[in-house]
């Protein structure tokens, strides 16, 4: 039994599961959300958005790193990464009620308003790196079996996504309930208070299921006994080949990434006419084949992967995705866009989408091994950062770039609303802006699946070395536990040795 494989237990899985699910319907709130709260509620212009976004996100981003360093410098009996989970929850909701409470719209106060969405949105992001890093960098540590962790890291994606399409699918409706009751408050208009309320409902299920992973999952591998500088932690990364093919995969197809966080605005505007108490039903029909694609590739995710490597699967599944995208932007142009057709398109967008998703999920943990085999040191906290670096950075780019093309065609959100409350129909009124809003969508995701493949055409790692990798750490692991058990030294005090 000594030689036993340690893993996390059911109970712990499905509290990480749980709280996972949690995190991702905050983070889902702020993406969906916060962008149209600037424009649609505090009336601030597409192009300051757009720099805001790429701004805060790009700096949210490398702080993501600094997050990683600091996890895996850390020593504590309760671990390297749970120490955060436990206070990180707290601190997340009182950030992202903050960042929808400004008591001023830009028309009002324009200088004041663009302080409080710069301060209040990149505070936001460092806060919520705090418990981001650490939530993925544990999976690295509950398991020693690549199979369990696989298991983990997809159920982990489809918790994700059901965390991810709960705001996707109501956020904005409910932000319309709360406008149409013609309550102010102290905010600046109803929509304003819609905003903040529906924030508020979300942000307290939300972190109350986050929360309930630090108390309740544990770590089974134990850190590395090594400690490096800061800077040759960082150069731990340039040695790791995969790893640096992923991120730069990533980084090269960021605009896919708009169909997802910029759609709303698409579903608003040309489909619910500027009433976002009317987008449930659009964003159920549409946003709900996206997702539903994204869970079916999940599921069968592992069991694909028993036909295919990794990196066949990751390349070709973002090569076909563009055969959607392209049939949606021609349908668009020549009016046969029905309900029923672009829901079928986008839940192929969606199953095509879903593989990379949890594929980039499972290299990154897989590159991890790479890196402790070859260095001795398991930077999972670091490699791990890369994910949620990715994350922003293409958050970055897409929020950023669909705005700014927004801005280019004249986007307005007041003179929309106006147009609208006298009885107009936004698709007719602005068909320059529909136009745009179903290119973002459509063609600039598919420029971006095509350039994510470059990297990883040839990717470095084989499901055979990785295999070999895992069982040499394996071995070695089994063979430090006598030692440190016969010595009674800590972890740091072996390592200084």
Not at 59 to 87: E, H, Q
Not at 331 to 347: H, N, R
Request: proline share 4%; with cysteine.
């Amino acid at each position: 039994m000594e030689n036993a494989v340690k893993t996390y237990s059911r109970k712990e899985r499905n509290y990480y599961l749980i709280g996972l699910t949690g995190q991702n319907i905050i983070y889902n709130v702020v993406g969906v959300g916060l962008a149209l709260y600037y424009t649609e509620a505090l009336y601030v212009p597409p192009a300051i958005v757009a720099v805001l976004m790429l701004v805060a996100r790009v700096w949210d981003a490398c702080n993501d790193f600094i997050m990683g360093l600091i996890v895996d410098r850390t020593r504590s009996r309760w671990g390297k990464c749970r120490p955060y989970l436990m206070v990180a929850p707290a601190l997340v909701f009182l950030a992202t009620v903050g960042a929808f409470s400004s008591t001023v719209n830009y028309n009002q106060n324009p200088t004041l308003t663009v302080i409080f969405i710069y301060v209040t949105y990149i505070l936001w992001g460092m806060i919520y790196t705090v418990g981001d890093i650490p939530l993925w960098g544990i999976t690295a540590l509950m398991t020693e079996s690549e199979k369990d962790r696989t298991k983990l890291l997809s159920l982990a994606r489809v918790a994700g996504a059901v965390g991810s399409a709960i705001p996707i699918l109501v956020y904005v409706t409910v932000v319309g309930l709360f406008k149409n009751t013609g309550n102010t408050f102290i905010f600046p208009t109803t929509g304003a208070y819609g905003y903040f309320m529906a924030t508020l409902v979300f942000a307290v299920i939300g972190c109350a299921m986050f929360q309930l992973v630090g108390p309740n999952v544990t770590e089974k591998i134990p850190p590395t006994y090594k400690e490096s500088n800061v800077l040759k932690q960082f150069a731990l990364l340039g040695k790791n080949k995969p790893y640096i093919q992923i991120m730069l995969s990533g980084i090269l197809s960021s605009t896919k990434m708009m169909i997802a966080s910029c759609s709303n605005y698409l579903i608003l505007w040309y489909y619910a006419n500027g009433n976002e108490a009317g987008t449930m039903f659009y964003f159920a029909v549409i946003g709900g084949g996206f997702f539903v694609g994204n869970l079916v590739a999940m599921y069968f995710t592992p069991a694909l992967l028993n036909v295919f490597t990794k990196k066949n699967l990751y390349n070709w599944s973002h090569l076909l995705s563009v055969i959607p995208y392209a049939v949606l932007f021609l349908l668009f142009l020549f009016k046969l866009d029905t309900i029923l057709i672009v829901t079928i398109l986008i839940f192929l967008v969606g199953v095509l989408q879903g593989f990379p998703i949890v594929l980039q999920v499972s290299m990154i943990a897989d590159t991890v091994d790479y890196l402790e085999w070859k260095t001795g040191e398991k930077a999972d906290g670091l490699c791990f950062a890369g994910l949620t670096f990715l994350a922003k950075l293409q958050a970055a780019v897409a929020y950023y770039g669909a705005l700014m093309v927004l801005s280019f065609v004249g986007y307005n959100a007041e003179a929309m609303q106006q147009y609208v409350a006298a009885g107009g129909i936004a698709r007719e009124g602005f068909p320059e802006v529909m136009i745009a809003l179903f290119a973002i969508v459509t063609v600039l995701p598919a420029i971006g699946s095509v350039l994510g493949v470059i990297p990883t055409w040839r990717y470095s790692l084989s499901k055979g070395k990785h295999a070999q990798i895992l069982a040499e750490l394996n071995r070695r692991r089994r063979e430090r536990e006598p030692a440190q058990a016969a010595s009674g030294k800590s972890l740091k005090e072996m390592g200084a040795q």
